[in-house]
């Protein structure tokens, strides 16, 4: 794959925080990325039903809601199996990691995360439709997590 | 020993020198301070309380035994008044006038004062039935060949006066018939006195006050009854002759012989006298010394007498008419009279007793009701429990109240006086005649003891003893203020003791709650939660409040100790825009400055970062730590195994075991025989963490490859990683265990050990948390190689043994 090709794919954000979520959809814009920024479950629920996106990048806590990433990410994978995800969060537990995974996420960023390293995102992007595309798929998740180590 | 840096937190050095030994340096305990308490406790308080309560029973204590004080005064006035009154009547009595006039001829002889039987006397000769009499025996002793002596006692009984008359005589002769001359003349026959008496004999002689006199003669062939004959011929009566009314019996004893005599009771104040006459042949006229009389032709009748009287005296005495002549020799006989006892009868009431003695002490009259029961009527009517329970109550009283008392030895079961002693007849007050005593059975007694004299003259004749049974309930009448006192120290008692039973159970819940207080925070500063008392007191308020307000705190201190997860947690996003913002922007398009300024702000960003990842892996540490699973292991095997695993993944490093700082430099310097116990009880995973993360600390600063365990066995064990680089200085080791790294510090230092502060900081504060988990504390000093500028750097932590 080329960055052309990546650059065609469409990302759904669902990010509450405005400011952080421009801040991505200008950095991932810029990685040219299509960035369709959501503020909210309903919304991002809405987007999903007009148009499926490439990738889901999903904040977990949305507002007072703490939980509700992980509402949307297994209302989201009951509507779509193949829908890769991504959960962005401030939380690095070891137990929100494990959680997000069973719930059917693909892969689990922090927003710590230097905006530099997009193009690891950019890489997790290869490696899950690599995945979804029988690739890799006995390495998918394995080689996520090896590469989640790197940062 | 090297040089040892002391850290800014004191605890490293001293928790080193406990393991290690002498390590230079500061260290300071820490340690909550117990402040003395200055105030009196609640416990003392409440003592004081009881014990003041406790006075208002003391003061009725004293109240009534004012009270029985003066109760007794009056009735020590009452009986007093009684006494001197029934004094005053007996001297106006005729009777007793002549009956304490008895003794006037004749003081101080005492030897005839006859006894009153209780029991009737046999005459038989045996002293069997003499046993329960209490007067003593009169002894007469005469010298001769053999000596022979005499002893008597005297009793009445009815209208009979009896003696029991025992003689010791070795040579006991009962008949000694006289040798006659066939040719004797007409005057030569013996005397017939002698014809009457010729054996040993006895003889007493009695002349009634109206001067009336008999002689008898006790004398027998054989032991058994005796015909009692008048010994002298006197007013028509011839010697010989058997005196009516009398009785005696004979017996023989290895010793002597013994008499019994009955005789018709004389009047008091009769005179009376006895002998014994011990009988012998003789072959011519005794001496001077005996008594003697021809005796046929050709033998004389020795006899020698002892007695009260001699025979020849009793002889005269009955052939003259002067009763004076008597008065001087003979004894005088002293009886208790039934008529004086008549008269004090009537002054006798249940619980009291009235004797009189005359001049010389002796018993006349004795009306004795002391232990008498009451009449029963409703006020006295009661159980026998009840009236033991009277008499225990009334002893309790009499412990308290009477104190010591002298004792007399009067009693109703010991055998009744006959006399009154010396030292009472001599001590008689008339100030104070009434005294208390008290007996040898224990038996509480008033008495009053009055003199009693002539009237008109101020002459002694006898005395009056007056008696009273404080015990008796008709004497005692303060009886229902003894149970009453009895019940109120009861009552007392046992309200005090209620009182301090409570106090202490107060005081036990005060200390049961300090302590549960006290123990409620431990040193690491999590609060347990209390259970709140049940109960409905002040206490039990105090309890509840109490475990309100450490519930309260528990959860406060939760959200301190979540506080760091939280804010890492909270801190995560705008983070996040300030990194994203700064990343977003285009550096091409700034000018130097901009970019000096924005590398600046990304900088703290990156500070910022890695402060709230530290905070949250202190949070993930201390929630480990408190669910960590301990368990006894011995730690040198364990930290062999270790060292072999660390071996493994460190292939750069080598990796020993070393039992002593001395091995540091001199593998193998210390030899043990027998390895020493290293058992001790730990978490093994923490233990094992706290270790990877010395280990690792020290592979990324060892400046050489040896990486030594260390492991000093003792109180507390030492376990440590010792590792080669340079000196650490005080600040480096104050901020090595740390929660949150200083990154200014270190970076104003520069030191290679804090320039990665996250991983150094974070690392050893993990070491820190697991030492404390263990009771035990971080260790980190250095250690002087003796190559310059080369040190052993220890860090490690010291656990308690097992």
């Known amino acids: 794959m080329t960055d052309e090709t990546d650059s065609r794919r469409r990302i759904l954000l669902v990010e509450d925080e405005p400011d952080l979520s421009d801040n991505y959809t200008l ?116 080689y996520r997590w090896l590469e989640r180590l790197e940062y | 020993m090297g040089s040892a840096i002391g850290g800014s937190s004191g605890w490293n050095t001293s928790a080193a020198e406990a393991c290690f030994g002498t390590v230079a340096g500061t260290g300071a305990e820490i340690g909550v301070g117990r402040s003395a308490h200055g105030s009196v406790r609640l ?120 003696l029991f008359v025992k003689v010791q005589d070795a040579d006991v002769a009962h008949h000694l018939p006289p040798l006659l001359d066939p040719d004797a003349g007409e005057n030569e026959s013996p005397d017939p006195h002698l014809l009457l008496a010729n054996g040993d004999t006895i003889e007493l002689f009695v002349q009634q006050p109206d001067g009336v006199s008999v002689h008898a003669l006790f004398s027998v062939i054989a032991p058994g009854p005796v015909d009692v004959v008048h010994a002298s011929d006197t007013k028509g009566i011839e010697a010989g002759s058997a005196i009516s009314g009398w009785r005696a019996a004979w017996m023989d004893v290895p010793d ?169 007849r001599l001590g008689v007050d008339e100030l104070l005649p009434t005294t208390r005593y008290v007996t040898v059975d224990n038996d509480r007694l008033l008495g009053t003891l009055i003199a009693l004299d002539e009237q008109g003259v101020d002459r002694l004749r006898g005395y009056l003893l007056y008696e009273s049974n404080e015990e008796h309930a008709s004497a005692v009448a303060s009886s229902p203020l003894a149970r009453l006192f009895v019940l109120l120290v009861l009552a007392t008692l046992m309200i005090g003791s209620l009182l301090f039973a409570w106090a202490t159970r107060l ?24 259970v709140g008392s049940g109960a409905n007191d002040e206490i039990g308020d105090l309890s509840r409040n109490l475990a309100a307000l450490l519930a309260r705190s528990a959860a406060y201190t939760r959200y301190l100790e979540s506080l760091s997860k939280h804010l890492s947690h909270e801190l995560g996003t705008p983070l996040s825009i300030v990194r994203t913002s700064i990343e977003n922007v285009d550096r091409q398009k700034l000018d130097g400055e901009t970019r000096r300024l924005l590398d600046r702000a990304s900088g703290g960003a990156d500070r910022l970062g890695g402060i709230v990842r530290a905070l ?114 005080a600040a480096e080791i104050g901020l090595l265990f740390s929660p949150t790294p200083d990154v200014t510090a270190s970076r104003r230092v520069g030191e290679p050990v804090l320039q990665d502060a996250v991983h150094s900081g974070s690392g050893l504060y993990l070491v820190r948390l697991i030492a404390e988990a263990h009771d035990g504390n971080p260790i980190a000093f250095s250690q002087a190689t003796g190559v310059a500028a080369d040190h052993w750097l220890v860090i490690g932590l010291s656990l308690p043994s097992r």
């Not at chain 1, 939980?67 to 401030?90: M, N, T, V, Y």
Request: aromatic share 6%.
């Open chain 1, 27 to 142: 950095a991932l814009g810029r990685a040219g990325f299509d960035v369709e920024a959501q503020a909210s479950v309903a919304d991002c629920l809405a987007a999903v039903a007009v148009r499926v996106p490439d990738v889901v990048l999903l904040d977990i806590g949305q507002g007072a809601h703490g939980e509700a990433g992980f509402d949307l990410c297994r209302s989201l994978r009951q509507d779509h199996p193949k829908l890769p995800i991504i959960f962005l969060s401030a939380r690095e537990s070891d137990l929100d990691v494990v959680s997000g995974l069973r719930l059917g996420a693909d892969d689990y960023l922090t927003k710590s995360v230097s905006l530099a390293h997009i193009k690891r995102i950019r890489a997790k992007f290869t490696a899950i439709y690599a995945s979804f595309s029988g690739i890799q798929t006995v390495y998918g998740l394995g």
């Open chain 2, 43 to 162: 416990r003392t308080q409440t003592l004081l309380v009881g014990l003041l309560s406790l006075g208002v029973p003391i003061i009725g204590w004293q109240s009534i035994k004012q009270l029985h004080s003066s109760l007794q005064q009056t009735r020590v006035d009452a009986q007093t008044l009684r006494a001197v009154n029934l004094g005053n009547t007996l001297r106006e009595a005729q009777a007793v006038s002549r009956w304490l006039a008895i003794g006037d001829d004749n003081p101080g002889n005492d030897a005839w004062y006859a006894e009153t039987a209780r029991w009737p006397l046999f005459v038989d000769g045996y002293a069997d039935d003499w046993q329960e009499l209490r007067g003593s025996a009169a002894n007469h002793e005469a010298s001769g060949d053999p000596p022979i002596s005499l002893s008597f006692l005297t009793a009445r009984r009815g209208p009979s006066l009896y």
């Open chain 2, 256 to 424: 002597g012989y013994q008499l019994e005599i009955e005789l018709p009771l004389p009047a008091p104040g009769s005179r009376i006298g006895i002998v014994a006459i011990d009988s012998a042949r003789s072959d011519g006229p005794p001496d001077d010394s005996v008594e003697g009389a021809p005796y046929g032709r050709v033998e004389w009748m020795r006899r020698h007498w002892v007695g009260t009287l001699s025979p020849d005296r009793m002889r005269k005495l009955m052939t003259s008419d002067a009763a004076e002549t008597a008065a001087e020799t003979a004894g005088i006989l002293h009886y208790e009279s039934n008529a004086l006892r008549h008269l004090l009868e009537p002054w006798v009431v249940p619980g009291t007793r009235a004797r009189l003695f005359d001049e010389e002490g002796r018993l006349l009259a004795d009306a004795n009701d002391l232990y008498s029961p009451l009449p029963q009527n409703e006020s006295t009517a009661g159980s026998v429990t009840a009236n033991l329970l009277d008499a225990v109550l009334l002893r309790l009283f009499a412990w308290f109240a009477a104190g010591d008392l002298p004792l007399y030895p009067e009693t109703e079961k010991s055998r009744q006086p006959l006399h009154l002693e010396d030292d009472r």
């Open chain 2, 507 to 530: 005081s036990l819940r005060i200390r049961r709650l300090s302590l549960r207080a006290s123990q409620a925070v431990d040193r690491d500063g999590r609060v347990a939660t209390l």
């Open chain 2, 616 to 729: 949250l892996e202190s949070a993930r540490l201390e929630q480990s730590v408190q669910h960590a699973e301990f368990v006894d292991i011995p730690l040198l095997d364990w930290l062999r195994e270790a060292a072999v695993e660390y071996a493994q993944v460190h292939p750069d490093h080598r990796f020993r075991v070393a039992l002593s700082l001395r091995e540091l430099d001199e593998p193998g310097s210390v030899t043990t025989p027998a390895l020493p116990d290293s058992r001790a009880r730990v978490a093994p995973a923490l233990l094992r963490q706290a270790l990877d993360k010395l280990v690792d600390n020290a592979c990324d600063f060892a400046t050489a490859s040896d990486i030594v365990l260390l492991l000093t066995p003792g109180t507390p064990l030492g376990l440590a990683v010792a590792n080669r680089g340079a000196r650490l200085t």
